[in-house]
């Protein structure tokens, strides 16, 4: 019983997943055809790409709040690149490269000044913002359309950021699934203590966590930008909460320890796309939105605590019952 | 035959406190030693020396006849020595072959080499006897198979020898019996090993030649035939200990009934358990790890609910968490007593106080007098024969283990239960400071307290209990009443409900 439940806490995102596809399917009309279920997939791709990252510091019991404002400082350096006349191919490069350095950043905050990942992160989630206004000087740049056109180009017939999507979401599944590293970092998150006595470099390996997370959030911040064409000093605003939920709701812990890349993270950022999605289908209240999102956000939080507390439970239980044991027990 | 390792005039010290003071001594290779010795006696230090976790300020190792000094755990198990430490080291949400080559994952360039670990943490799981596939998730197996799932680690090193620090503490006695086959057959094959333990009865048994330190020299040692439990603890102790328990005066048990448990239930945890406590009774409570005894304790301290039941004291109904239990006059000294008994950065008097703070604040407002509180601490931790270096001001955690549980107990006599529910009071603690809790809860119960006393050590049940309960697999399997014990009848309904064990009775 309690297995069937945990089993059903652990899957709980393909349920929403459906529920929520049913719902807005039903209130508006064209909301599950081919066209727009590709679109919600294209459209929740840097969500997508920011939640592999996110796993990677969630895993080590960490948390970035920092992502969104990295891809505005990114965003903001690589606008103003492409208007000063650089090539597209060194502004990605740049976008890239500040992203690594923003996650090496927290890395260091956390590993050697020793400053609690929330905090350290909620620092440059603002020093990032303020960086990014500056930059941007607070007006929005529109990029070149051939910016655009990366958003909307195609290979073999398939979207550019929906192929960008799947090769991080492979890389980062396989990194953690399939390397040395990523065992151990699943190792780290469940002992930080434990992992350093087992022998693991745990402060390499927690930056290195940050890192990725960094650079997954320049990765998303491309997609983002390739979707939107300009750059706005509200880039990003708020993704670290998309980010973070959608990690959280395909199966990640915030307890670190636990949690996949695939299929969980793409499913958490599938599911809050088409919540955003839906809402705009049916002509919602844009006022609604915050309020809606916040639901999905405290409702993987929730989900997460559950899963904590039925593992807590059946490990609690110290022995199986056999059948004839719990037979007598409903007799008495 | 030359030694595997030699010992010559070790010393190491902290902070300028000397803690081994100059230890020499061989082992032979394929043998067996014992390491015995009070907290704080340098065993652990000792071993640190040799495991490689620390290193000594004067003194050589030699191993094989070559100099020995190894930098880090690392090195040492590269020259063949690894430790198997107390706290396991592993994870519950990794596989066993994860667990197994976490620092030393077989890899094809870039990868894990799935087939090749699988391949290999399988021919280690087979050395200790463990037939579970090697991608199962330790999470799934009981403490005791996780200690072989720790050995079996340490065999990967190949190591010439183990230590085992404490390591049958949470083990159930056939998983005992299971880790002493496996360190014979392993001393078959040629690997020597360390034994640190307080079971004395296990050192003796197991070991070939045994090792006792006391305040960080050697204090006694030869060939474990020459020695018995009396000769351990007399070198332990360094004075002639008479009786390992104190004289129990004879007395009869005050009739009225204080506490009363009808039909407790709690799928998968406890099942059918009623019973009473009388004032100045001490219950002892038996049973095999896992039978379900420290799940009672925190079912009646109103830790954990229970579906179905009834919990009275001195008649009235207990409801409700630990808060109102601790009013109407219960107490829990609990079993893991780093874990939830202390505070460990908290001072030793914080401690103390911890459960009576309320009780001692003065006026409206709360407010606490140290002038006021002194006294009240003084007085309970010299009751408690407590040991401390700064009155009580430095940090719980500084303290040996059996000072530690002294403060804890002295918190709970401060808090004057009537109920005061003892799990495994005496775990981890030198002898000197068990028989000092040993009278402390004789002179409880002399004065009218109800104590019922949880340990796995059958002696100390046998010795200080009234009344003894045996419970098995959840179930109250046996009552023995003063003078009918018998080890071999508790045994026997410790065993009872097994369904492993069909032929015994049950």
Known sequence: ??????????HAVVVLFAGVLLIFGFLAPGFLSWASLGNLLIQSSPTAILAVGMTFVLMVAGVDLSVGAAMAVAAAVAGKMMLGGWSMPLALGAMLLIGTACGLING???????IAAFIATLGTLWLGRGCALWITETRAMNLPDSFLHLGSSRLFGIPLPGIVCAMVLAAGHFLLERTPFGRQLRATGHSAEAAAKAGINVRRLLTIAYVICGLCAALGGILALAQLGAVSPKFGLNREFAAIAAAVLGGTSLFGGRGSVFPGSLLGAALIQSVENGLVAINANPYLYPVVTSAVIFLAVLLDTLRQRFRAGMTRQI???TESEANSAAVT | MGALLEIQNLTKAFHGVPVLRGVSFKIQPGGITGLAGGNGAGKSTLMNLVGGNLRPDSGVMRLDGQVYEPANSAAAARAGISFVHQELNLFPNLTLAENLFLTDFPTRGFWISRSALSRQAAVLLAKVGLAYPPDLPLERLTPGERQLVEIAKALHGRPNLIILDEPTTSLSPPECERLFKLVRALQAEGCAFVFISHALGDVLRLCDHILVLRDGAVADQGAAKDFNIARLVTSMAGREVRQLFPERAERTVNAEVLLEVRGINQPGVVRDISFTLRRGEILGLSGLMGAGRTELAGLLFGLTPHRSGEIFLNGKKLRGGPRPRIRAGMALLTESRGEDGICAGASVN??????????HARGPLGWLSSARLKPVVSDVSESVHLQTKRQGGEPIRRLSGGNQQKAVLARWLLAKPQVLI????????DAAAKFEIYQLILALAAAGTGVILISSEQEELLALS?????MSRGRLSGEFVRPDFNPELLLRAALAHHHSNPEVPA
């Open chain 1, 108 to 114: 260091l905050l956390v590993t050697r000044l020793k």
């Open chain 1, 319 to 321: 022995f199986q019952e």
């Open chain 1, 1 to 10: 019983m309690k297995r069937a439940a945990l089993l059903l806490l652990d």
């Open chain 2, 422 to 429: 003892l799990d495994e009071p005496t775990r981890g603690i």
């Open chain 2, 466 to 470: 009234d009344r003894i309960l045996v």
């Open chain 2, 350 to 359: 914080d401690n103390i106080l911890l459960a009576t703070l309320p009780a």
